[in-house]
């Protein structure tokens, strides 16, 4: 969850897309990386660090690092003292974690719904490429909201730029100096509703503060069936994706790294 989502809440409750999004991550990393390996993996934007508190578990022999520039002092200590005996650190800036940690090799970056906060996305980008811990044999997860035409209050909200497509995706990972291994849309059944939002909008005026995971309140039975239908809609995106059809989403991901391309993984 982002920390301006979290901080709107006394409480935290997991939405389901937040839920479904963390398995449709993890299936893609696993098809890079095994469950068993010793991995360095950075969460950049990794808000109230859900993600990788639970990706630990996963891949329980590696290392996690998350930065978030939202982070206070506060925050810092907390984490500090909630992961002395994990294998999870978190800062508020690379430069802090440069800092405070020698870091060689990071093997998997993740920028999940970040880059879409950032004005000027190519120049991050560029600046991550020049960092000496990113190799041609670090693998970047990347995921955005899709479609511009589908930008609303929430987008507002959370301090959107912009949403993105495929080909604006690949467009901008290229002039960074990346490049694309998979690319792809996922949850197809969040589109509708996403187009009724934005038609409402459009009709009566964007009139509230907040929408989307800040407001989420459902039961766990609710929430668990959501979080299964969300999946089942990815698996069966996927499954399209491999015999030639393609699918749409509220959502892109895209994988990349330095160098030369490798074969696209589907």
Request: proline share 2%; aromatic share 12%; glycine share 4%.
């Amino acid at each position: 969850m982002d920390l301006r989502e979290a901080r709107a809440r006394t409480e935290i409750v997991r939405h389901p897309w937040e839920l479904a999004r963390f398995e449709v991550v993890n299936d893609i990393l696993m098809q890079h990386f095994d469950a068993d390996e010793q991995l360095q993996v950075l969460d950049l934007g990794c808000g109230d660090t859900f993600f990788v508190e639970n990706l630990s578990q996963r891949f329980p022999n590696s290392t996690f690092y998350g930065v978030d520039i939202e982070f206070k002092v506060d925050d810092l200590a907390y984490y500090a003292e909630t992961f002395e005996n994990k294998p999870i650190a978190v800062f508020d800036s690379l430069e802090q974690m440069e800092q405070q940690r020698s870091v060689q090799q990071i093997d998997a970056v993740l920028l999940l719904d970040v880059v879409e906060h950032i004005e000027k996305d190519v120049e991050f980008l560029q600046m991550l490429f020049e960092k000496n811990y990113i190799t041609e044999s670090t693998k970047i997860f990347i995921t955005v909201p899709a479609f511009q035409s589908l930008y609303t209050t929430h987008d507002d909200f959370l301090g959107h730029y912009r949403r993105y497509t495929n080909k604006t995706l690949v467009k901008t990972i290229r002039k960074a100096g990346f490049q694309k291994l998979k690319v792809g849309y996922f949850f197809t059944s969040l589109l509708p509703v996403r187009l009724l939002k934005v038609i409402k909008e459009r009709i009566v005026g964007k009139d509230q503060e907040s929408t989307g995971l800040v407001e989420w309140s459902g039961s766990k039975g609710t929430t668990n069936i959501m979080k299964q239908n969300l999946i089942a809609d990815y698996k069966i995106s996927h499954f399209f994706r491999k015999i030639g059809i393609k699918t749409l989403g509220l959502s892109n991901y895209i994988v990349i790294r330095k160098g030369e391309n490798e074969k696209l993984r589907e």
